[in-house]
């Protein structure tokens, strides 16, 4: 497949003079740049844009985004989604940093690097880097006292690593570590290399000691590896000095009120016409108030925006369309849940707790909702209406998990409370704890949108109907977890399982106990995440054996046994309503200009796997100056 | 010999008029003067407070509108919480009186709703073969009075099986009209508690260091200092974050109220204070002195009615500050929540572009925040005048 790929790009490049950018032409007259050809890899990704029904375009234009904080740089990180392997379209894993790779049993990976490929600042990209990165970073003491990432341990044990040859390495573990891949492959990859002719002057094994001491005082770190950890960082742009594989680098070190992204000379991908990739030269992104997003999409300000956006202002977004030259795509989420109500099953008070973690309390406050008025009020009707479970476009899809206790029935509801012992009620008809207090629910909200405080309002008769009252604290996002962790927090409300179009290959760790994000049992997750060193052992037979099946996905080495392990832990985890989902497949709104060409106009809209607009590469788009 | 005076023993000439004399012809009063004179202190503001016409008109409407929160739920057509799934973001129906060329009384025409699925707009067409005619002093949605009565008797009510959004309705189908009417309940009266609380705390502070001064004046001085400095809006938002959630709407309302009391009383305090240090000289205060009186007496029986009418109409002028100040924290997401209903909360749900853009009619309840703020700027305006009458 590869050698297809390949032959029709080597063709062009034979026949066609490529074209030079605009952009660069100051640069190549004066030879500060070389050409083309020579600033591209041996082999280069080959996007085949007409296989995608799409067009190869022209060079040139600035496509403006507006970020709501300057954290949002990390959207470049994302939407450029240059990593070592990635998703296509259609959600199979392709190499794309690399030339290829090879795994045996899930066990051994290896890598083979592009020949002549090299970073935006010129320098070849080499296996030193993976060296670098390898030895003197994640092996360092200082700079990881608690040894390698998580991600990298294959039942507590790390891989071996080996440099086969000048442009291939290998890490190879003896337990399966299927996830290695799909972690490269995330919105915010694991990272294996680093540009180390650049960060070498920032460790103290290269570095002139005096010169590094200097830096760290400038710096007012504490030793070198603040400096080190600060320089290098990928996911987040913020040092416009890093040299970078992706095809935009920024320009601009924070703090600032906008950040230019300028296009890699020395980018890997390119159309089926041999031109370089990204068309687009600049892409400018403006700080603003996150509320008048989409305002300044509407009122044209922006060339790209799907951030800050969301499906209440499509009426306004589309109305748009006649007065500004932009157009507005819908695209559909890929959450489990768009909203998600999580009990917290570490809840600090042991009367809730004790009700939360008994199934019949979460089954009666799941069927309690009403999710079709909801749908009708907030979504016109066109979200489908489920638990937090996998959307039907993943081939692991079950009618079963998205109706399993998502039916709008009061009287099972009310049933199933009585049962879970409370039956007692107060003159309101609200009902009473088996202390006495009366139950009244907190449910944690960050007030970011209207949508989930109109959809709170709308819970809040639901739940009323059947005794249960509700109150909501709004409070901020970045608090959540801590707070949650601390017992603080009773129900939260959030978005459902974050990867809702998954295949059998892809980490079913959302389902699990295994992170302490997962609001509705973090000391569980915590437990997990730190190797059982901090927090606590699941005690629910349900969650253990999620965990369990975790950690079987962990070591299993075929599709066939994976799919098997999804299957189980997806109806578990849909019986046992962990978290109670309300709708999914809700609709995001995607404005652009209208002449930027190559913009698919279907799509799915997510953080993982879809990377946003990674695996769409918004590389390939294009203004079309004749549009 | 030709003295004025008449020899040593003679009696004195003179003679005595015995026409009527009245020691004040010269200064002679009509009957108003009179009336004037002896006016009481109120009568005399009354009088003046009458020829400020904006104060006036002011004073009637700001008494009608509480007069209105008293029994608000008769007043509003629907229920603060019903919601109309059916008619979401409905514009404002248009009250007509004639159909076809006849009289028929108030009524609105039907409505039908279509999604436009392009744009993802809700469209509502009046259906003119339907009338629907209004009901007054009908019994319609169901509530409870002050929370306590079930009734269903309202001032006006939409036919039978039709609606009536005077107003137009929310993004869930609310009709606005009602729950601005119920927003007043909160946000007119939220003003007067502040005050109240506002208001002792100035008098009883204020005074204790006007009257006492020394190191308790001193000390009282600092703290408003200190207070004044620091800025409302996080002041407010540490006060509110305080608040736990659990409390029921009322508590958290009062709790609100007490909030913005508790910050507004430095400019009162002030205010009282100097007064004092001014009147605590005058002789009749030594007098009472003599006489034994304790300090609380002094100060409140023989000081402060002194300048009440000045406290009273600096208090109206602050009202708008509180209503203001509630709308600001709710809007903020900090005051009030749902499903208490203040202006403040009906604005912020209003805070979106696609509001501004298509659903104007959620920014009505701008209206009545902006009229019943102006009236108590006017009311005070009046009211100061007329607190010193003789001007």
Known sequence: ?627 | MNSPLPPPGAPLTHYVSTAPFDPYSVEAMTAGQAKVYQASQLRLMWWKFKKHRVALVSGIFLLALYLMIAVAEFLAPYNLHTRNMDFIHAPPQRVRLFHDGQLVGPFVYGRTMQLDMDTLRRIYTDNTADVQRLRFFCSGDPYKFWGLWEADFHLVCPAEGGQFFALGTDRLGRDVLSRIIYGARISLTIGLIGIAVSFTLGIVIGGLAGYHGGYLDLMVQRVIEVLQSIPSIPLWMALAAIMPVSWSPILVYLGITVILGLLDWTGLARAVRSKLLALREEDYVLAAQLMGAKSSRIIGRHLVPGFMSHLIASATISIPGMILGETALSFLGLGLRPPITSWGILLTEARSVSVIAFYPWLLYPMIPVILVILAFNFLGDGLRDAADPYK
């Open chain 1, 1 to 627: 497949m590869m050698a297809a790929t390949c032959l029709p790009a080597s063709l062009a490049r034979a026949t066609l003079a490529l074209q030079e950018p605009e952009f660069f032409k100051e640069k190549l007259a004066d030879g500060t740049l070389p050409p083309m050809t020579e600033r591209l890899p041996k082999v280069p990704r080959v996007i085949n844009l007409a296989a995608m029904d799409r067009k190869p375009g022209r060079y040139g234009g600035t496509a403006r985004m507006v970020i709501g904080s300057q954290k949002d740089t990390r959207l470049m990180t994302i939407n450029g989604y240059a990593r070592l392997v990635g998703f296509d379209e259609h959600l199979v894993l392709q190499p794309d940093i690399l030339e290829r790779f090879e795994q045996v049993e899930n066990r051994v990976y290896t890598f083979r690097l592009r020949e002549g490929h090299r970073w935006s600042d010129g320098h070849p990209f080499t296996v030193d880097d993976f060296v670098y990165y390898w030895e003197d970073v994640l092996n360092n003491k200082e700079m990881r006292p608690r040894g390698l990432p998580l991600d990298l341990l294959s039942d507590g044990k790390p891989p071996r690593f080996e440099v086969v040859d000048p442009l291939t390495v290998r890490y190879s573990w003896d337990v399966p570590n299927p996830d290695f891949l799909l972690r490269l492959a995330s919105p915010q990859p694991l990272t294996l290399a680093l540009p180390a002719h650049y960060m070498k002057q920032f460790h103290p094994k290269y570095a002139d000691p005096e010169a590094l001491k200097k830096i760290v005082e400038e710096e007012g770190e504490d030793d070198w590896t603040g400096v080190h950890i600060n320089r290098s960082r990928t996911y987040r742009p913020e040092n416009p000095d890093l040299p970078t594989l992706d095809p935009w680098r920024n320009l601009i070190a924070p703090p600032a009120e906008q950040f230019i992204f300028e296009r890699n000379a020395f980018f890997h991908r390119v159309d089926e016409t041999g031109q370089q990739l990204p068309y687009v030269d600049r892409v400018v992104l403006n700080v603003s108030a996150s509320g008048i997003i989409p305002a300044k999409a509407g009122a044209g300000e922006t060339d790209l925006q799907t951030s800050g956006l969301d499906f209440v202002d499509y009426t306004f977004l589309k109305d748009a369309e006649k007065r500004y030259k932009v157009q507005v795509r819908l695209w559909e989420r890929t959450q489990g849940s768009r909203i998600a109500l999580l009990p917290n099953l570490n809840c600090g008070d042991k009367v809730w707790r004790d009700l939360f973690r008994d199934v019949r309390v979460r089954r009666a406050m799941s069927v309690a909702i009403d999710r079709e008025e909801i749908n009708k009020a907030s979504f016109f009707g066109l979200a489908r209406e489920s638990a937090d479970t996998i959307l039907p476009q993943s081939p692991l899809f079950k009618p079963e998990y998205q109706h399993a206790w998502a039916q709008f029935d009061p009287d099972l509801a009310d049933k199933l409370l009585d049962e879970a012992g409370l039956s007692a009620r107060d003159d309101d008809g609200l009902r009473l704890l088996p202390d006495g207090r009366t139950a009244s629910l907190i449910v944690e909200s960050a007030g970011e949108s209207t949508l989930e405080t109109d959809v709170l309002e709308l819970v809040t008769d639901h739940w009323r109907q059947v005794g249960l009252k509700l109150h909501v604290r709004t409070s901020q996002r970045d608090v959540f977890r801590s707070r949650a962790l601390g017992g603080e927090i009773m129900v939260s409300v959030q978005q459902g399982i974050d990867n809702g179009i998954p295949t059998a290959d892809m980490s079913p760790s959302g389902l699990a106990p295994t992170g302490d994000e997962q609001l509705q049992w973090p000391v569980w997750g915590l437990h997990y995440l730190s190797a059982e060193q901090k927090g606590e052992a699941p005690d629910l037979p349900e969650a253990k054996r999620l965990v369990d099946l975790m950690r079987q996905w962990k070591r299993s080495s075929s599709t066939a046994e994976r799919e098997t392990i999804w299957t189980e832990m997806l109806s578990i985890y849909t019986d046992q309503v962990f978290s109670i989902g309300i709708v999914n497949g809700t609709l995001q709104p995607i404005v652009t200009a209208r002449n930027l060409t190559n913009v698919p106009e279907k799509g799915l809209y997510g953080f993982d796997p879809t990377a946003f607009l990674g695996v769409y590469l918004p590389d390939t788009f294009w203004f079309d100056g004749s549009a």
